[in-house]
Protein backbone atom coordinates (compact mmCIF):
# COMPACT_ATOMS: atom_id res chain seq x y z
CA UNK A 1 0.00 0.00 0.00
CA UNK A 2 0.74 3.38 -0.24
CA UNK A 3 3.22 4.96 2.39
CA UNK A 4 3.60 8.81 3.03
CA UNK A 5 6.65 10.45 4.91
CA UNK A 6 6.54 13.84 6.29
CA UNK A 7 9.60 15.97 7.53
CA UNK A 8 10.63 18.00 9.52
CA UNK A 9 8.06 16.84 12.63
CA UNK A 10 8.55 19.89 14.31
CA UNK A 11 9.54 23.58 13.15
CA UNK A 12 9.94 26.54 14.49
CA UNK A 13 10.38 30.16 12.41
CA UNK A 14 10.27 33.70 13.07
CA UNK A 15 6.82 35.70 12.04
CA UNK A 16 7.67 37.09 8.81
CA UNK A 17 9.95 34.07 7.64
CA UNK A 18 9.05 31.23 5.23
CA UNK A 19 8.24 27.37 6.32
CA UNK A 20 8.86 24.12 4.10
CA UNK A 21 7.45 20.81 5.27
CA UNK A 22 8.75 18.14 2.86
CA UNK A 23 6.70 15.00 2.29
CA UNK A 24 7.27 11.77 0.25
CA UNK A 25 5.06 8.88 -1.33
CA UNK A 26 5.28 5.32 -2.33
CA UNK A 27 2.65 4.97 -4.81
CA UNK A 28 3.15 5.85 -8.35
CA UNK A 29 -0.46 5.64 -8.97
CA UNK A 30 -1.64 8.28 -6.43
CA UNK A 31 -3.08 11.19 -7.82
CA UNK A 32 -4.47 13.45 -5.62
CA UNK A 33 -2.32 15.20 -2.80
CA UNK A 34 -3.91 17.45 -0.24
CA UNK A 35 -2.68 19.35 2.60
CA UNK A 36 -4.47 19.84 5.93
CA UNK A 37 -4.08 22.48 9.07
CA UNK A 38 -5.18 20.98 12.09
CA UNK A 39 -5.74 23.46 15.38
CA UNK A 40 -5.91 22.10 18.54
CA UNK A 41 -8.90 20.77 19.21
CA UNK A 42 -10.25 20.87 16.10
CA UNK A 43 -10.73 18.66 12.98
CA UNK A 44 -7.85 18.90 9.93
CA UNK A 45 -8.90 21.33 7.07
CA UNK A 46 -7.77 21.18 3.89
CA UNK A 47 -5.53 24.50 2.96
CA UNK A 48 -4.70 23.40 -0.42
CA UNK A 49 -4.38 20.67 -2.86
CA UNK A 50 -2.81 19.64 -6.09
CA UNK A 51 -3.37 16.74 -8.48
CA UNK A 52 -0.73 14.55 -10.14
CA UNK A 53 -1.21 17.08 -13.67
CA UNK A 54 -0.01 19.84 -12.01
CA UNK A 55 3.82 21.22 -11.20
CA UNK A 56 2.80 23.84 -8.60
CA UNK A 57 -0.21 25.30 -7.09
CA UNK A 58 -0.39 28.90 -5.15
CA UNK A 59 -3.28 30.31 -3.35
CA UNK A 60 -2.23 33.89 -1.60
CA UNK A 61 0.96 32.99 0.82
CA UNK A 62 0.76 29.01 0.64
CA UNK A 63 2.28 26.92 -2.79
CA UNK A 64 2.41 23.40 -3.16
CA UNK A 65 4.69 22.08 -5.65
CA UNK A 66 4.58 18.20 -6.98
CA UNK A 67 7.73 16.42 -8.56
CA UNK A 68 5.81 12.96 -9.91
CA UNK A 69 8.87 11.86 -11.00
CA UNK A 70 10.97 11.83 -7.41
CA UNK A 71 7.39 11.12 -5.99
CA UNK A 72 7.65 14.20 -3.45
CA UNK A 73 5.32 17.40 -2.56
CA UNK A 74 6.20 20.69 -0.26
CA UNK A 75 4.27 22.97 1.00
CA UNK A 76 5.55 26.33 1.51
CA UNK A 77 3.97 29.26 3.94
CA UNK A 78 5.53 32.97 3.11
CA UNK A 79 5.46 36.12 5.38
CA UNK A 80 4.66 33.57 8.39
CA UNK A 81 1.91 34.61 10.80
CA UNK A 82 1.77 33.44 14.71
CA UNK A 83 -2.00 32.02 13.16
CA UNK A 84 -0.11 30.00 10.58
CA UNK A 85 1.20 28.53 14.15
CA UNK A 86 -0.96 24.69 13.98
CA UNK A 87 -0.22 20.51 12.77
CA UNK A 88 -0.04 20.48 8.71
CA UNK A 89 -0.61 17.07 7.48
CA UNK A 90 -0.17 15.77 3.75
CA UNK A 91 -2.15 13.40 2.64
CA UNK A 92 -2.04 11.16 -0.80
CA UNK A 93 -5.16 9.55 -2.25
CA UNK A 94 -4.42 6.21 -4.49
CA UNK A 95 -7.41 3.84 -5.48
CA UNK A 96 -8.89 5.59 -8.10
CA UNK A 97 -9.35 8.45 -5.12
CA UNK A 98 -10.53 5.80 -2.61
CA UNK A 99 -8.07 5.28 -0.23
CA UNK A 100 -6.20 8.24 1.55
CA UNK A 101 -2.60 7.71 3.66
CA UNK A 102 -1.68 10.79 5.79
CA UNK A 103 2.11 11.94 6.53
CA UNK A 104 2.46 12.20 10.42
CA UNK A 105 2.20 15.83 10.43
CA UNK A 106 4.73 18.67 11.16
CA UNK A 107 3.62 21.15 14.39
CA UNK A 108 4.93 24.71 12.94
CA UNK A 109 5.16 27.08 15.29
CA UNK A 110 5.84 31.10 14.50
CA UNK A 111 7.40 33.11 16.94
CA UNK A 112 6.52 36.31 17.06
CA UNK B 1 -24.70 25.16 8.04
CA UNK B 2 -22.63 22.67 5.84
CA UNK B 3 -20.90 20.50 7.96
CA UNK B 4 -20.11 16.87 9.72
CA UNK B 5 -20.83 15.86 13.29
CA UNK B 6 -20.10 13.58 15.76
CA UNK B 7 -21.31 11.98 18.50
CA UNK B 8 -20.42 11.82 21.29
CA UNK B 9 -17.64 14.11 21.27
CA UNK B 10 -15.89 12.67 24.63
CA UNK B 11 -16.69 9.06 25.36
CA UNK B 12 -15.03 6.73 28.57
CA UNK B 13 -15.80 3.45 28.54
CA UNK B 14 -14.54 -0.21 29.16
CA UNK B 15 -13.36 -3.08 27.55
CA UNK B 16 -15.92 -5.06 26.00
CA UNK B 17 -18.46 -3.14 25.77
CA UNK B 18 -20.54 -2.21 22.35
CA UNK B 19 -19.99 1.42 21.28
CA UNK B 20 -21.30 3.44 18.37
CA UNK B 21 -19.76 6.73 17.34
CA UNK B 22 -22.35 8.55 14.83
CA UNK B 23 -21.45 10.26 11.94
CA UNK B 24 -23.38 12.91 10.02
CA UNK B 25 -23.13 15.29 7.21
CA UNK B 26 -25.64 17.70 5.55
CA UNK B 27 -23.62 18.50 2.23
CA UNK B 28 -25.13 14.93 0.04
CA UNK B 29 -21.73 13.89 -0.11
CA UNK B 30 -20.77 10.90 -1.51
CA UNK B 31 -18.38 9.62 -0.17
CA UNK B 32 -17.34 9.45 3.76
CA UNK B 33 -14.58 7.99 5.89
CA UNK B 34 -13.47 7.20 8.78
CA UNK B 35 -9.81 7.97 11.29
CA UNK B 36 -8.03 7.88 14.11
CA UNK B 37 -5.55 9.93 14.98
CA UNK B 38 -2.88 8.70 17.46
CA UNK B 39 0.44 10.85 18.53
CA UNK B 40 3.54 10.13 16.13
CA UNK B 41 1.48 8.12 14.06
CA UNK B 42 -0.78 11.02 12.43
CA UNK B 43 -4.48 10.26 10.98
CA UNK B 44 -4.99 6.63 9.63
CA UNK B 45 -8.25 5.52 7.84
CA UNK B 46 -10.28 3.16 9.12
CA UNK B 47 -13.10 2.58 7.00
CA UNK B 48 -14.53 4.75 4.15
CA UNK B 49 -17.13 4.68 1.93
CA UNK B 50 -17.90 5.49 -1.88
CA UNK B 51 -21.79 5.31 -1.79
CA UNK B 52 -24.79 3.96 0.32
CA UNK B 53 -24.08 0.32 0.79
CA UNK B 54 -20.74 0.45 -0.26
CA UNK B 55 -17.66 0.40 2.18
CA UNK B 56 -14.37 -1.01 2.43
CA UNK B 57 -11.15 -1.53 4.36
CA UNK B 58 -8.81 1.51 5.21
CA UNK B 59 -5.16 0.90 6.93
CA UNK B 60 -6.24 -0.24 10.43
CA UNK B 61 -10.08 -1.55 10.13
CA UNK B 62 -9.18 -4.43 13.01
CA UNK B 63 -11.99 -4.39 15.71
CA UNK B 64 -14.03 -2.18 13.73
CA UNK B 65 -17.23 -2.03 11.64
CA UNK B 66 -19.22 0.59 9.92
CA UNK B 67 -22.52 0.18 8.02
CA UNK B 68 -23.56 2.70 5.27
CA UNK B 69 -27.46 2.75 5.34
CA UNK B 70 -28.10 6.27 4.42
CA UNK B 71 -26.28 8.57 2.46
CA UNK B 72 -25.60 11.26 5.37
CA UNK B 73 -24.69 8.35 8.19
CA UNK B 74 -21.46 6.75 8.56
CA UNK B 75 -21.57 4.91 12.00
CA UNK B 76 -18.37 3.66 13.54
CA UNK B 77 -19.23 0.33 15.41
CA UNK B 78 -16.82 -0.87 18.48
CA UNK B 79 -17.54 -4.37 18.75
CA UNK B 80 -15.82 -5.15 21.76
CA UNK B 81 -13.32 -2.46 22.54
CA UNK B 82 -9.85 -2.65 23.86
CA UNK B 83 -7.35 -0.44 25.45
CA UNK B 84 -5.50 -0.25 22.23
CA UNK B 85 -8.36 1.70 20.63
CA UNK B 86 -8.06 4.21 22.55
CA UNK B 87 -7.77 6.99 20.60
CA UNK B 88 -8.87 10.69 18.48
CA UNK B 89 -11.20 9.71 15.70
CA UNK B 90 -12.43 11.79 13.02
CA UNK B 91 -15.39 11.17 10.45
CA UNK B 92 -14.96 13.03 7.37
CA UNK B 93 -16.93 13.37 4.00
CA UNK B 94 -16.27 14.30 0.49
CA UNK B 95 -18.11 15.07 -2.77
CA UNK B 96 -16.53 12.37 -4.25
CA UNK B 97 -17.96 12.61 -7.66
CA UNK B 98 -17.31 15.39 -10.56
CA UNK B 99 -13.17 15.52 -9.65
CA UNK B 100 -13.96 17.02 -6.37
CA UNK B 101 -12.49 15.49 -3.49
CA UNK B 102 -11.90 17.90 -0.77
CA UNK B 103 -12.68 16.36 2.58
CA UNK B 104 -14.99 17.96 5.67
CA UNK B 105 -13.89 16.42 8.91
CA UNK B 106 -15.77 16.51 12.06
CA UNK B 107 -14.97 17.80 15.60
CA UNK B 108 -13.31 14.44 16.59
CA UNK B 109 -14.41 11.83 19.00
CA UNK B 110 -11.74 11.25 22.19
CA UNK B 111 -12.35 7.50 23.20
CA UNK B 112 -10.43 6.05 26.21
CA UNK B 113 -11.06 2.22 27.00
CA UNK B 114 -10.22 0.80 30.35
Known amino acids: GENVEQHPSTLSVQEGDSAVIKCTYS??????FPWYKQELGKGPQLIIDIRSNVGEKKDQRIAVTLNKTAKHFSLHITETQPEDSAVYFC???????????FGIGTKLQVIP | EAQVTQNPRYLITVTGKKLTVTCSQNMNHEYMSWYRQDPGLGLRQIYYSMNVEVTDKGDVPEGYKVSRKEKRNFPLILESPSPNQTSLYFC?????????????FGPGTRLTVT
Open chain 2, 92 to 104: ASSPGVGGVYEQY
Open chain 1, 27 to 32: DSASNY
Open chain 1, 91 to 101: AAWSGGYQKVT
